[in-house]
């Protein structure tokens, strides 16, 4: 493997682990909003162990908060946008970035096409789109994700 495709593959395992980092962060947020509610005796103990994600997804904490008269109904469509772009790059495939040149007759063209992240939707849908634009759409949904939890 060439010394770029290794530093390509490095930058990928990064933004993946960071973004998992990130969806961690919410998570944590979302299991101190389900224990604020409930008020355990031993609140580090509730969330360590009855929220602990081997026994409670992240999908039956959506279902937990949506049951919550107090939360606000509208973030969790936002965790759940946040969390499915988490899915994405957890999970699926990304390619490039590649630059190209294209030449037809004597015009030539250069063309880059920046990293693409193909993954299915929640449609069953096979989508392609650019790493990038799933990066900042994923940045401002965690900005305003934590924003709401911090008031």
């Not at 395992?13 to 509610?37: C, F, H, P, T, V």
């Not at 940045?139 to 008031?151: E, G, P, Q, R, T």
């Amino acid at each position: 493997m060439s010394e770029s495709k290794e530093k390509l593959n490095e930058s990928d395992r990064e933004l993946r682990g960071l973004i998992i980092e990130k969806m961690n962060e919410i998570e944590s947020q979302m299991n101190l909003a389900i224990s604020d509610y409930f008020k355990p005796k031993d609140k580090g103990d509730f969330i360590e162990i009855m929220l602990n994600t081997s026994i409670v997804s992240i999908g039956g904490k959506f279902k937990i908060l949506k049951n919550i008269n107090s939360f606000d109904k509208k973030i969790i469509n936002d965790i759940q946008k946040i969390s499915a772009i988490r899915n994405y790059f957890a999970h699926a495939r990304i390619s490039g970035p590649l630059n190209l040149t294209v030449t037809q007759g004597e015009n030539s063209q250069k063309l880059f096409i920046p990293k693409q992240i193909r993954y299915m939707n929640s449609n069953g849908v096979i989508k392609q789109t650019a790493t990038d634009e799933l990066i900042m759409e994923f940045h401002d949904l965690h900005k305003k994700i934590m924003k709401h939890f911090m008031k």
